[in-house]
């Protein structure tokens, strides 16, 4: 199947069931990250996914891996950390540090998907109240976090990064229970890996993660008062 290219003037998306099933999921390529676009593909199930020097590739994958916030897994571990006062979590303080830490290169690679263009657009997406940052604090030094989009009652997760252990897991951990409390009935965590399996993520077909889109990702960002420290109780 030939992968149709995006032209900047087009915001809709190729049908997904039309994605590739190797590799898994890629749909189109080309356009902008304008953040009408962006918004555009997340609601319709597709995420942009390219490495710097790339045309953008827009993928679909099928199964998607999700997170529903009332089932994430909590060790015993992480439950004696929530019971400590080591860190502080808190959100939307930090958004630009969170997305060029989450950018910088890991252990196991030298790349990143993150471009610099993908840094612009979701930054812009933050200044509109659609991108957040979760973010993991001790002693005033930012130590872990995440960040993501909030369309509607869907959360959309981009990347997180730890710079001490289980900071990144502190992170999910806090979100799933604040959207929880905020009725978000899934985190849509994109591509299977062992980090997030460890979390509870789960794989759902395709089309029922559209079905959930359909129902919930509806309308911009919800307001909800995103900028706040959030506690475990």
């Not at 998306?13 to 676009?37: C, H, K, T, Y």
């Not at 916030?69 to 909590?74: A, E, G, Q, Y």
């Not at 909030?150 to 959360?155: E, N, Q, S, T």
Request: glycine content about 8%; charged content about 20%; some cysteine.
């Amino acid at each position: 199947m030939e992968i149709p290219w995006l032209d900047t003037e087009q915001l809709s998306f190729p049908d997904i069931n039309l994605a590739l099933q190797e590799p898994n999921g890629l749909l189109a390529v080309g356009g902008d990250l304008s953040g009408e676009r962006l918004v555009s593909a997340y609601q319709a199930g597709v995420f942009p996914w390219y490495e710097e020097g790339q045309p953008i590739l827009w993928w679909s994958p099928n199964p998607r891996c999700v997170l529903f916030p009332s089932r994430v897994h909590i060790s015993r571990s992480m439950r004696k950390l929530m019971r400590t006062d080591r860190f502080e979590i808190r959100c939307d303080t930090a958004f630009a540090d969170v997305i060029e830490r989450c950018a910088a290169p890991r252990s196991y690679t030298d790349g990143t998907w993150i471009t610099s263009a993908m840094k612009a657009a979701y930054i812009d997406l933050h200044n509109q109240g659609i991108a957040h940052s979760i973010e993991v604090w001790e002693n005033n030094e930012l130590q872990g976090g995440l960040y993501g989009l909030a369309i509607g009652r869907v959360f959309f997760g981009e990347s997180m990064f730890s710079r001490v252990a289980s900071a990144s897991k502190l992170a999910l951990v806090s979100l799933c229970r604040q959207l929880e409390q905020w009725d978000y009935p899934i985190i849509d965590c994109q591509v299977d890996n062992p980090h997030l399996r460890s979390m509870g993520a789960e794989m759902l077909p395709r089309q029922q993660f559209a079905e959930y889109l359909a129902r919930f990702a509806t309308g911009g960002g919800q307001e909800q008062p995103w900028r706040i420290s959030w506690g475990y109780s």
